[in-house]
């Protein structure tokens, strides 16, 4: 979908970044996977139509996009949004050696049906890698590494294997071990701890509020004033920040927050943000 050349970093092993190096977008060892896999809508995401396994019109021979830079302009907001964790270099480069769809086509269905497969697993990874950095789960981390080597393995397998992983029986072993995570790691924190998993907060005034240790997860927080408010250890595991004012928050320490939360959120130099993400080119400086 997106070129993320903002965020591309160079691959490293997993020593580096605690792992994290190999889960964040490449797209100049992809060959653009997200742009021809899912299916978009016409809606206020895309400005077209576009069924699955077909490329967009955008994407060039080069498997760059032709509009990378205008993306929120021409009505792709979608794809600015949109984070592989990876999955684009590792399916394109490991799964299938290098091999392009383009010169191969003999492999491109199979490569389709493989990249949502390695998306799921290398966004759990992401999790996981998260949940050891909580030094108050360090309990459960001698699990959690076990879990997490498993989906590693993996993401290692051919394209025939992978297209036999239960996908959601590892997001429920996954899943169960990121919420005692959470939950070790809010004990501690101040505030008030409050439980709004899955609360509808769409443009709720929020400005300055104290949410330390609190259960945003899965929050509608779409369009939120959140300008100053302390997020520090709440969770905010698939929360709907789209639209929200972040302008001056405190996110350093907030549990589960990744790159796309940010990409769909409003924010500037102000912000405070964990040191495993880097600040969205398109807020002001």
Known sequence: MSDAR???SPQAGPSADGGRTRLRADCERCFGLCC???AFTASSDFAIDKPAGKACPNLREDFRCGIHRHLRQRGFTGCTVYDCF?????VSQVTFGGKDWRRRPGTAGQMFEVFPVMRNLHELLWYLTEALALPPARPIHAEI????DGIERLTQDGPDALLKVDVAAHRREAGDLLQRASELARAGAGGRKKERRGADLIGARLKGADLRGA???GAYLIGADLRGADLRTADLLGADFRGADLRGADLTESIFLIRSQLDAARGDATTKLPPSLARPAHWPA
């Not at 990876?86 to 590792?90: I, K, L, R, V, Y």
């Not at 590494?145 to 997490?148: E, G, S, Y």
Request: aromatic content about 0%.
């Open 86 to 90: 990876g999955a684009g270099q590792q």
């Open 215 to 217: 259960n945003l997860r």
């Open 145 to 148: 590494r076990r879990v997490r």
């Open 36 to 38: 021809v896999a899912p």
């Open 6 to 8: 903002d965020h591309a």
